[in-house]
Nanobody, 126 residues
Framework: QVQLVESGGGLVQAGGSLRLSCAAS????????MGWFRQAPGKEREFVAA????????YYADSVKGRFIISRDNARNTVYLQMNSLKPEDTAVYYC???????????????????WGQGTQVTVSS
């Protein structure tokens, strides 16, 4: 059973930075694309970023492009989300997710991801 455990969330002032981590266990991490999503109170879950299984290609929502960086360390079974120039509108619970199928390219469609972490809260104060 795959488990995804996020960490690194917290409270930060606008303009600050945070680095989220997601540690995976249970199956061959390096064969699966990974993604980050977020959900703010009263809003639907939205796509933030994704990375292919080898880390060659990355994809971002327009709202975070140029500020967030997704990366992965397959030797550590971990995916990261470096968040810079944070804004109050980035406040949300952030979830990491693993693609349902190995070696498939996935983007922002939540239904393409079969495993989800429990989420970590990010709060950006103005």
């Amino acid at each position: 059973q795959v488990q995804l455990v996020e960490s690194g969330g917290g409270l930060v002032q606008a303009g600050g930075s945070l680095r989220l981590s997601c540690a995976a266990s249970g199956r061959t991490f390096s064969s699966y694309a990974m993604g980050w999503f977020r959900q703010a109170p009263g809003k639907e879950r939205e796509f933030v970023a994704a990375i292919t299984w080898g880390g060659t290609n990355t994809y971002y929502a327009d709202s975070v492009k140029g500020r967030f960086i997704i990366s992965r360390d397959n030797a550590r079974n971990t995916v990261y989300l470096q968040m810079n120039s944070l804004k109050p509108e980035d406040t949300a619970v952030y979830y990491c997710a693993q693609a349902s199928a190995a070696r498939t390219v996935v983007y922002g469609r939540a239904s393409d991801y079969g495993r989800w972490g429990q989420g970590t809260q990010v709060t950006v104060s103005s």
